[in-house]
């Protein structure tokens, strides 16, 4: 009898432990193990879901431990392979597969709870960001962009992840959350927040089935600001179609991809009608890098004098006196003639444009290349008095800069600029104010102004800070100090 009783006792304990092993999730190492051995049999990855799919109707990771001693006791005694008979009918299992069928293989999701924030998909084939806001029985409110969804439980897809981080660390479970700087997974031991910048290696699945796009693990985030200028120097890139924007010195319409206009518009309201076309000839990218060309014009009516004067009153001397003209105590009216008439101005430019994705895969950092030529020195002795003249050096206008910018984050960038200009002039933070708005006697909302120190070679930096998609504002350490950029119109 004790015999027969201790018989009994095993056997219910070995009953058990195969109950317990039949819905016990499947160890990492046995998918490990599973990997290894279909990688060895020549089945590639791809192959190898589909065929776990098909058979268990679940991706690898939700296996049990049964189905995953199964499967690696099928390797090894060869039932499966790529070339063997076992697996050709899944190969054409799948393609007899309907629409219905594949919809149905898909996983639920199994977790979802309120303040869960990302990007969901269903099984519908669409796709949503947002923020679960309420989860009743079986209807969760889904808060997006477009507005409030109540939706069904049964529709969202279960989305899971295999991350391993550079330390070697792994994690498998379920996407609670993400945005640009990490992800958060439960996993069955708890939740884990991963950053995305320590991330070495990751597969996702979207209801069990795997989303080759292996780049989203690090979402590239791009900089809010999309730069038509550093400073006050253009870059290739033009305003996008059919959009209107306003900044401290101009306003501008992008017409197409490739052609935009803009204005001046304080000058036009002093009589001095202006046009800026730019174009873009040359742009080439690629998933990871951009580059482009493109030449602009700037076409004056009547551009004044004063400005002329003022930009380059450092070229301007006394006859006979080698010293410069500092204008300490003048203003251009009292060098110039009379009867000076303002002149049709012409300037051109040419810049190049290169950008690329951080090594770190986070945001871009971009360079540009320009030069600037204009006709302001044309008729340059018809300007001064007979007892003035012009510094033998300025015979031709030119500016010629590199600049950069730099992601720190997605609403922030750092800029920097250094250029060759023999008419540019440093000026503190109190006279860049004045000439500004004109109280220097100066053309308003224009930098101009007879004083300041000549600079031919001059470097600046500093950050741009996008409050949203559509304005941004910017300060650094050279005249006008402070930028702003408004894009507020898009058809």
């Not at 193990?33 to 058979?55: F, H, N, P, V, W």
């Not at 001046?264 to 951009?290: I, V």
């Not at 960038?413 to 503190?428: E, I, L, P, Q, R």
Request: net charge neutral.
């Amino acid at each position: 009898m004790k015999y027969l009783k201790s018989s009994s006792i095993i056997t219910v304990l070995m009953f058990c432990s195969l109950l317990y092993a039949q819905t016990e999730q499947i160890f990492f190492g046995q998918q490990k193990a599973i990997k290894s051995l279909s990688e060895q049999s020549g089945m590639s990855e791809a192959d190898l879901d589909t065929y776990i799919q098909q058979r268990y109707g679940v991706p690898i990771h939700k296996l049990t431990q049964t189905q995953g001693a199964s499967l690696i006791t099928d390797f090894q005694n060869g039932s499966i392979s790529k070339a063997s008979n076992v697996s050709k009918p899944a190969v054409q299992k799948e393609v007899q597969l309907t629409a219905a069928d594949k919809k149905a293989l898909l996983t639920a999701a199994s977790v979802l709870e309120i303040g869960m924030k990302k990007r969901f998909h269903f099984r519908d084939g669409s796709i949503n960001e947002g923020e679960i806001a309420n989860v009743d029985d079986e209807v969760v409110t889904l808060l997006t962009e477009s507005g409030e969804f109540k939706i069904p439980k049964t529709e969202f897809l279960a989305e899971t992840a295999e991350i391993t981080n550079k330390k070697g660390e792994k994690f498998v479970g379920h996407v609670l959350s993400e945005d640009e700087e990490e992800f958060k997974i439960r996993t069955q031991y708890g939740d884990a927040t991963i950053h995305k910048r320590n991330i070495e290696k990751m597969s996702r699945f979207h209801g069990g089935i795997l989303d080759k796009k292996t780049e989203e693990r690090k979402r590239f985030y791009i900089g809010e600001a999309v730069l038509l200028s550093v400073f006050l120097d253009p870059t290739a890139t033009p305003l996008s179609p059919n959009t209107f924007y306003i900044s401290g010195m101009s306003l501008g319409y992008g017409l197409t991809d490739r052609f935009m206009l803009t204005t001046k518009y304080a000058s036009n309201f002093g009589g001095d009608l202006n046009l800026h076309p730019k174009m873009r000839f040359y742009h080439k990218k690629t998933a990871d890098s951009e580059r482009s060309l493109a030449f602009g014009l700037g076409f004056h009516r009547s551009y004044p004098v004063e400005s002329i004067l003022g930009k380059y009153s450092h070229g301007i001397k006394v006859k006979g006196d080698s010293t410069l003209n500092q204008f300490d105590s003048m203003d251009a009216k009292d060098v110039m003639k009379d009867n000076a008439k303002d002149p049709m101005y012409v300037e051109a430019y040419l810049v190049l444009t290169s950008s690329r994705i951080n090594p770190s895969g986070r945001g871009k950092v971009g360079w540009n290349l320009g030069a600037k030529v204009t006709n302001a020195f044309a008729n340059k002795d018809d300007f001064l008095k007979a007892e003035y003249s012009w510094d033998k050096k300025f015979k031709v206008p030119y500016r010629i800069w590199a600049s950069l910018d730099y992601d720190l984050r997605k609403d922030l960038k750092f800029v920097a600029s250094m250029w060759a200009d023999n008419g540019y002039k440093t000026m503190d933070a109190g006279t860049a104010f004045r000439d500004y708005i004109g109280s220097d006697g100066s053309p308003a909302l224009s930098i101009d102004s007879v004083t300041g120190e000549e600079s031919l070679v001059d470097f600046d930096f500093g950050i741009l800070y996008a409050l949203n998609e559509n304005f941004r504002i910017g300060v650094h350490f050279q005249q006008p100090f402070l930028d702003f950029y408004w894009e507020f119109f898009e058809f």
